[in-house]
């Protein structure tokens, strides 16, 4: 499944005001997964395995690193818990680095939140504006995601241009 994100990283110092605000808001909340993100060696964009209680994908994405709000084109894979495609991977393309996170999924409509505690790294929240049967179209999720980094009251200062993994390998 092939779709167009646009989303926002930052740094979130305050998780429980971040859940009161969806709260109020109606967001959907989905539950709490413990994910594992497995990125592996890649020539061009990123390639993850993402192996969690709720969410399993074969994840390959293409984003710019910038501040603020970012397109992202994404290529899901579902993936069957316990197949053989880990290791195939691992063999054939070498791990890059695992992140290994606490995340709590949220919706309103289309927009996916996420509140992360991401093991090395700390709290972190993420807004995803999802358009995954190209109706929306890139302007009204960029719409969405200023919209909503405005009601969370994430400040200008939180935001990330880079993912988790590079943080990671930054360190």
């Known amino acids: 499944m092939k779709h167009l994100n646009i989303e926002i990283k930052a740094r979130c110092a305050d998780q429980d005001r971040i859940r009161r605000v969806?709260?109020?808001?109606?967001?959907?909340?989905?539950g709490r997964d413990r994910q594992?993100?497995?990125?592996?060696?890649?020539?061009?964009?990123?390639?993850?395995?993402?192996e969690g209680l709720i969410e399993n994908f074969l994840v390959f994405y293409e984003r710019e690193d910038k501040m603020g709000p970012k397109e992202s084109n994404v290529i899901l894979f579902?993936?069957?818990?316990?197949?053989?495609?880990?290791?195939?991977l691992i063999k054939s393309l070498g791990v890059l680095v695992v992140v290994d996170k606490t995340r709590e999924i949220?919706?309103?409509?289309?927009?996916?939140?996420?509140?992360?505690?991401?093991?090395?790294?700390?709290?972190f929240?993420?807004?995803?504006?999802?358009?995954?049967?190209?109706?929306?179209?890139?302007?009204?999720?960029?719409?969405?995601?200023?919209?909503?980094?405005?009601?969370?009251?994430?400040?200008?200062?939180?935001l990330l241009s880079s993912s988790?993994?590079?943080?990671?390998l930054q360190k």
Request: charged share 30%; with cysteine; hydrophobic share 40%.
């Open 22 to 30: 969806l709260e109020v808001s109606g967001a959907d909340f989905k």
């Open 106 to 123: 949220y919706f309103i409509s289309n927009v996916k939140f996420h509140i992360d505690i991401v093991e090395g790294l700390g709290s």
């Open 125 to 158: 929240v993420e807004i995803e504006a999802i358009d995954s049967n190209a109706t929306i179209g890139r302007q009204a999720l960029l719409d969405q995601c200023t919209e909503y980094l405005k009601l969370l009251g994430i400040d200008e200062t939180d």
């Open 78 to 88: 579902k993936n069957d818990p316990g197949s053989a495609l880990k290791e195939l």
């Open 164 to 168: 988790y993994s590079d943080l990671l």
């Open 36 to 50: 594992v993100d497995t990125y592996f060696k890649v020539n061009a964009g990123r390639l993850k395995l993402r």
